[in-house]
């Protein structure tokens, strides 16, 4: 076993014993996955029907509901957000005839897809802007190379979750569509959006040509996104899907999960980000602390303390182990040695803590450095 697979199993261990738990979510076992999964799917879809087939009965069900939930005409499954955003990309390179894709150097796809889109489907990408934001409409009219698309990530999580103003949102639109170019958006947590952008879901749809969103970022699926569009779009995409590999035989654990979280986990995402605001206002009062952004866009964002992510990392194991208490999972040092992050996720089991509770708990972790 290496080092950070016996890192992997003593955290596990320690945050399935802990009463409490301020980040993400206690870990469970696979019996305890695949019950609750039974249980909580008995409301959201009739399990007395036969298992999907090539998504022809439950995986249908959730593309109707989502492109429902979006305001948009069709919706199309697929097993991961980085096979569907490739989908998508090509989709408006082909009708723009132009291979640049505009989106920010720290999107997903130039951070965690092994530079896929380049080496697969042989699209390339044009940085608007390096600030850790959303490109400004002017950025986009002066930018170096002409593009055919614009994908715009919301909220950009490698910036620390952020999202413009709604009314920025707009204007950088209709400054893409100004310069010719299609609107992609890479909405993996746009369900917990709406909150800092003050609209509906199918308001904020409306505004791209096509819209992915995640199933198991915030609403706690298995795994799988969705590609959202018109019928053409959903058509060819599909069409896609199967060249890709992403028409598996049977995925119906995954988008019963999915279906759970739309009913379970959607509802209650308002509450999480009103709550992550207290939460960081909290954590702001440690000593050296500095939250990003402040107060959060959405129910994520980062905490940086000046620490290494080592020390932070076995603090907080010891911490869990010896008194129960969960606050983060992951350290890392993505800047300044000896100044560490950890992403900061505020859903159900965070609702229970209190401000004096954030601070009781982090004077605790500070005391194990």
Avoid at 169 to 197: I, M, Y
Avoid at 200 to 219: F, N, Q, T
Avoid at 348 to 356: D, F, G, Y
Wanted: glycine share 8%.
């Amino acid at each position: 076993m290496t080092v950070n697979e016996e890192l992997q199993q003593r955290r596990y261990a320690a945050f399935r014993s802990c009463g409490r738990l301020l980040s993400g979510s206690r870990p469970v076992s696979l019996r305890e996955r695949m019950a609750s999964l039974a249980a909580d799917a008995e409301g959201v879809h009739d399990l007395d029907e036969r298992p999907d087939v090539y998504g022809d009965g439950v995986v249908r069900a959730l593309e109707r509901r989502v492109a429902a939930l979006l305001g948009r005409e069709a919706a199309v499954y697929f097993p991961t957000g980085t096979m569907a955003q490739q989908v998508a990309l090509r989709y408006w390179a082909e009708r723009t005839g132009s291979p640049m894709v505009a989106m920010h150097p720290l999107a997903h796809p130039e951070l965690h897809e092994r530079r896929a889109l380049t080496r697969l489907t042989g699209l390339h990408t044009v940085w608007p802007t390096t600030a850790p934001r959303l490109p400004t409409p002017a950025e986009l009219r002066t930018c170096e190379e002409r593009f055919g698309t614009l994908m715009l990530e919301l909220p950009l999580r490698d910036a620390g979750f952020v999202l413009p103003a709604w009314e920025q949102l707009v204007e950088t639109v209709a400054a893409a569509r100004e310069l010719g170019a299609r609107v992609h958006l890479d909405g993996a947590r746009l369900w917990e959006s709406t909150v800092h952008l003050g609209r509906p879901l199918p308001e904020i749809a409306a505004l791209a040509d096509s819209v992915y969103v995640s199933c198991y970022k915030s609403l706690g699926g298995l795994s799988g996104a969705l590609l959202a569009g018109d019928e053409a779009f959903a058509r060819e995409a599909r069409v896609w899907q199967h060249r890709y590999g992403g028409k598996l035989f049977q995925q119906w654990p995954a988008a019963l999960s999915a279906l759970v979280g739309l009913e379970r986990e959607l509802p209650r995402l308002p509450r999480y980000v009103a709550h992550a605001r207290t939460v960081a206002a909290a954590l702001a009062e440690v000593p050296g602390a500095r939250i990003d952004p402040s107060p959060p866009h959405t129910h994520q964002f980062r905490l940086w303390l000046p620490h290494t992510a080592d020390a932070l990392t076995e603090a907080t194991l010891r911490l869990a182990e010896e008194q129960g208490i969960a606050l983060f999972h992951y350290w890392d040092e993505p800047g300044a040695p000896g100044l560490a992050m950890t992403e900061v996720t505020v859903g159900a089991a965070a609702l229970e803590w209190t401000s004096e509770d954030v601070g009781k708990a982090m004077a605790a972790l500070l005391a194990l450095l």
